[in-house]
């Protein structure tokens, strides 16, 4: 089974989140700041794929996922930032610290499902060619 880490201060909006993921087939695993996301994502086992919201305590979305791009530029992690903030330079931080996709709140659920299901569509796309070229190579 897939596992999504939701990343959220907001037990409420953690839940409700989580519970859509479950119900749509996927593992979901909660916690509620920064420094607790990064060491599930130091994982051997960990969540190929993040829902981070913004505004946290600590470590904000933003400062969590240039971290954890640090210390790992190779893994393969598909984030997904969410935040109430708008406007242009919103869009630009969220890209330009690290986050895949960016998706606004309140969540619209049709829009998240897709969301997550094109993460998960382009992680298992870089596997195999991941896989290809080891076979490739190795040969």
Not at 80 to 95: I, N, P, Q, S
Request: charged share 25%.
């Amino acid at each position: 089974m897939k596992k999504i880490l939701i990343v959220d201060d907001c037990k409420t909006i953690q839940a409700t989140l989580a519970h859509h993921c479950r119900n749509w087939g996927y593992e979901a695993v909660g916690v509620l700041d920064g420094k607790t996301a990064l060491a599930h994502l130091a994982l051997d086992n960990a969540p190929r794929f993040a829902i981070v919201d913004w505004m946290m305590p600590g470590l904000t979305g933003p400062e969590l996922i240039r971290q954890f791009r640090k210390t790992d530029p190779r893994r393969e992690t598909y984030i997904l930032m969410l935040t109430a903030k708008t406007g242009r330079h919103v869009l630009e931080t969220a890209f330009q610290c690290g986050a895949d996709d960016y998706l606004s709140k309140p969540v619209n659920q049709d829009e998240l499902y897709r969301r997550i299901r094109e993460g998960f569509n382009i992680l298992d796309r870089q596997l195999a060619v991941e896989s290809t070229v080891a076979k490739f190579v190795g040969s």
